[in-house]
């Protein structure tokens, strides 16, 4: 299926898939082409300043009001944000989510590790999902968050409200708080991680002293063109509101936007064009340089939550220990791997679809047989290879769920990957 994208960053798209279904010069003509019916979909605040404000003008074939009331959905019982009690200063790892038998879609098939806040303070949410069943007549809404998506295994072909994209894994995509999606599975099988952002929108990081370009470049994100279906099937449309979901049907498809403009849009980004810059002398530069992604708070400098990976690079550092430093920092850092081996974990245990979690100030950093080997590494130059890890970091304590402590993935063993280092000797 070819799919047409506009390339840019929070650019101000326009886009119809009928020539004529955008109306000129106004954003709500007394009566749009071909009697379609414009609405206005704001992610921000009307008065926010202009740089922040996001919103896209939508012209679709039936008003998005046409619904009966949404009642509790009763699927996707392991979606559930945290309830407290399973807070942990303690460093956690999770074995690979496995697939569920049968039929389970995206929907259904999202669980939920951890996460902080919530959709009226700010924060993020952090699921897993996997399923085997593509989405047909449903879609999701997610009320109380953008959606950053993050395959690990299977393709993705997923459509929203304002067109089409194709996400494999190596590629994210970030869904507008609010907007509905399907999900539908180009390959079979498909699993991968879940940032639900609760605060504001995701954004690219300064770049400071690094100057113009770098990092990932606005250029490389790809939002999809107007893309619309004409269906007048029944369609299940489930929304997550409040940290609930519910669940109510329409005799139509959602997807039926024949024209957009605006600069609040879902996109994708291929992490292989992500600039990768590291230390050309010495030291291991602090991973903030690995930044795809922000989410400021309201503290400058001071993430609700960062998206940063670890792509394939150069080590050339001279006199330096070249893996991730031991470390106890005040941000609390989620990691998952989508393939290869990550350099701090040269021991085993982190594996693809697998997961981390190392809460605000405990330590953590290379474990026994990456140290040794680093130490002892001949510090030629060095390309660290086939492998792709990312982490979500965020300011506040990233709270367990019930599912993370006792669904069955957690490792009883992670802490002995830090046992038996060798004291120092003095003189
Ligand atoms: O803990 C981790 O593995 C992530 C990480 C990587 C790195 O290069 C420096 C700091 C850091 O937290
Ligand atoms: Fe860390």
Known sequence: MTMSYQTGFLNHF????????L??????????????????FSTSAFTAPRAENRRSWLYRMRPTTEHGAFKPYSGAERLAAPDGTHTTPNRLRWNPLPMPDGEVDFVDGMVTYGGNGGPSEGGIGI???????SMDARAFQNSDGEMLIVPQQGALLITTELGRMDVPPGHIAVIPKGMRFRLEFTEGAARGYICENFGAPFRLPDLGPIGANGLANPRDFETPAAWFEDRDDNFEVVQKFNGKLWTTMIDHSPFDVVGWHGNSAPYRYDLARFNTIGTVSFDHPDPSIFTVLTSPSDTPGTANCDFVIFPPRW???EDTFRPPWFHRNVMSEFMGLIHGEYDAKEGGGFAPGGASLHNQFNGHGPDVDSTAKAMAADLKPHKIDNTLAFMFESR???QSTDFAMNGGLLQDDYDACWSGFPKARLP
């Open 14 to 21: 326009a886009s119809e898939a009928v020539p004529g279904a």
């Open 396 to 398: 506040a304590i990233i």
């Open 23 to 40: 109306p000129e010069g106004r954003n709500s003509p007394q009566k749009p082409a071909f009697g379609l019916y414009a609405e206005q």
């Open 127 to 133: 699921h897993l999902y996997a399923a085997t069943a």
């Open 315 to 317: 080590m050339v550092g």
